[in-house]
C-alpha cells in the first residue's frame, strides 16, 4: 500500500497569513492525488483534485502543486472559516488511502 | 445537484455484521463508482474499498478483504456496505461517497454522503 505522510499534523496561523499544507507519499504517484477539507462534523469536500485542479465553487485563496511524491495545498491568506482538518488523498492504485491530516487553526 | 442520503445509525454487538445503505439522486451519470470510507472517533480517514454498478465489481482494501461486502442496485441508485466480525475497533462514522463525470478513474469524491454512525459494543 502507498502511504501517505502529512505534515504539520497541526498549525496555528493568523488571519491573512500564507498557510502551506505538506503531503509526502511512500512512492512516486505522478499528479494523481486529491486533497478534501473536513470541518468538525462535517463530511469532508472536495477542495482540489489531480494536484492542482481547484475544484468549483472554491475560493482562489486555495491552490495545489506538485507531483511524484511530494505535494503542496496552500491557502494564500487564511481566512476564519479554513478552520478545518485537511487530508491529502492519493489515487495512483488500491488501496486508495489517505494522509493522516493536518488541523489547522487562528492563532 | 447530487445527494448521497444514507440508511440511519446502527448499535451492533461484537460479532454481528451491520449493513448501511446509500442512495444517490439527481444526476443522470451512468458509470460512475460508489466507495466506503470510514472514520472513528477522533480520527483520520479510511477508504475501505468501491463498486462501479454499471459493471458489478468490487474492489476492497487489504485490511477489509473477507469481512467486506459492497453491492449496488442499479434501479434504485443504492450502494450498500456490509461489515462482518465486528469488533469495538469498527466504531466509526461510515460515509459513502461518489465521483462525477470528470474524476479519473472514478477516484475522486466531490460528493459524500451524511455518515452513518456504527457504534459496536
Known amino acids: 500500500d502507498i502511504q501517505m505522510t502529512q505534515s504539520p499534523s497541526s498549525l496555528s496561523a493568523s488571519v491573512g497569513e500564507r498557510v502551506t499544507l505538506t503531503c509526502r507519499a511512500s512512492?512516486?504517484?505522478?499528479?494523481?492525488l486529491n486533497w478534501y477539507q473536513q470541518k468538525s462534523g462535517e463530511a469532508p469536500k472536495l477542495l482540489i483534485r489531480?494536484?492542482?485542479t481547484v475544484e468549483g465553487g472554491v475560493p482562489s485563496r486555495f491552490s495545489g502543486s506538485g507531483s511524484g511524491t511530494d505535494f503542496t495545498l496552500t491557502i494564500s491568506s487564511l481566512q476564519p472559516e479554513d478552520v478545518a482538518t485537511y487530508y491529502c488523498?492519493?489515487?495512483?492504485?488500491?488501496?486508495?488511502?489517505f494522509g493522516g491530516g493536518t488541523r489547522v487553526e487562528i492563532k | 445537484q447530487v445527494q448521497l442520503l444514507q440508511s440511519g445509525a446502527e448499535v451492533k454487538k461484537p460479532g454481528s455484521s451491520v449493513r448501511v445503505s446509500c442512495r444517490a439522486s439527481g444526476d443522470t451519470f451512468t458509470t460512475y463508482t460508489f466507495s466506503w470510507v470510514r472514520q472513528a472517533p477522533g480520527q483520520g480517514l479510511e477508504w475501505m474499498g468501491k463498486i462501479i454498478p454499471v459493471l458489478r465489481t468490487a474492489d476492497y482494501a487489504p485490511k477489509f478483504q473477507g469481512r467486506l461486502t459492497i453491492t449496488a442496485d442499479r434501479g434504485t441508485s443504492t450502494a450498500y456496505m456490509e461489515l462482518s466480525g465486528l469488533e469495538s475497533d469498527d466504531t466509526a462514522l461510515y460515509y459513502c461517497a461518489r465521483d462525477t463525470f470528470y474524476c479519473n478513474g472514478g477516484y475522486c469524491f466531490p460528493h459524500w454522503g451524511q455518515g452513518t454512525l456504527v457504534s459496536v459494543s
Open positions: 512512492q512516486d504517484i505522478d499528479y494523481y
Open positions: 488523498q492519493h489515487w495512483h492504485s488500491l488501496p486508495l488511502t
Open positions: 489531480d494536484a492542482s
